[in-house]
């Protein structure tokens, strides 16, 4: 399936998300070696970082497959995908 940059920024900022969460929920949780995590607690957790494991698997292999398409090296796909995803949205305009 193509992808347009777009979609890739959009997908990295939702893989951004999901990550965000993970550490949220691991530092607002402790480390589970140092205190037992409840067992809701547990499944919060392991439901966040399979969220962010799914985004972020199908960010990269959109990259992969945008890269070979437009002939360019995959890095720098995922450099210019990265760069665009941390950069503010312009409110309104749908544009990167």
Sequence with gaps: MAHSFE???EKQ????EAHA???HLRDTYGA???AAWSEIQSDTYETA???WRDLA???RSAITDLAKEEGRPRADVETQVRTAA???Q???SGEE
């Design 57 to 59: 698997r199908d960010v």
């Design 90 to 92: 312009r409110a309104g």
């Design 21 to 23: 969460r993970v550490l």
């Design 13 to 16: 900022r939702a893989a951004d």
């Design 49 to 51: 970082w399979r969220a």
């Design 7 to 9: 979609e890739l920024v």
């Design 86 to 88: 941390k950069s503010p």
């Design 32 to 34: 589970p070696t140092a």
